[in-house]
């Protein structure tokens, strides 16, 4: 008899986030194909995967706030680390994009590489592919993203307000 591992997928926490985007909305796997770039199929494994993990609820609709927190806060860094490459233009990210970069004033920017961005700075690789296109549709999508790219890239500083930020939005919707 074989058994399988689930693993998660970087892509997992992007259609978490997502969910967590739309508020209190009702939301349909054919909308989230379309805001996020990303297939159905791979929509309804990401979210098998995610309530496999208890990061969904057993409805598969609703996210398991805390349970999220935790992991961005304990294990993003290590299950999905990034450094920052090459300069490159792009979508500002981690620190150098909302709502942080209200708070740290930084000559290093970070974004993510993309025909669509104005801004020149180190490259750093987003959680999915299509991240760049689905942050330019949705500002607290774009937010939250650039949240989890300031723990996975940032200093302690960085990465601390992060997660006090992340707090906020998460468990207290705002």
Do not use: C
Request: hydrophobic fraction near 40%.
């Amino acid at each position: 008899m074989k058994t399988q591992q689930v693993n998660m997928s970087p892509l997992d926490i992007v259609v978490l986030l997502k969910i967590l985007s739309l508020e209190q909305q009702t939301w349909f796997q054919k909308t989230m194909e379309e805001d996020l770039h990303i297939s159905q199929s791979e929509i309804s494994k990401s979210l098998a995967r995610s309530k496999y993990a208890g990061l969904l609820d057993p409805t598969g609709k609703k996210v398991r706030r805390m349970a999220l927190v935790e992991f961005l806060q304990y294990g993003i860094s290590f299950v999905f680390p990034q450094r920052a490459g090459a300069i490159t233009r792009g979508i500002p990210t981690a620190h150098s994009a909302p709502p942080l970069n209200k708070k740290i004033k930084s000559q290093e920017m970070y974004v993510w590489p993309s025909g669509k961005g104005t801004t020149k700075g180190q490259s750093i690789i987003p959680l999915y592919p299509t991240v760049p296109l689905a942050a330019i549709k949705d500002k607290k999508l774009y937010e939250l993203l650039a949240l989890v790219d300031a723990i996975r890239v940032g200093r302690t500083r960085e990465k601390e307000m992060a997660i006090q930020e992340l707090k906020i939005k998460i468990l207290h919707g705002e």
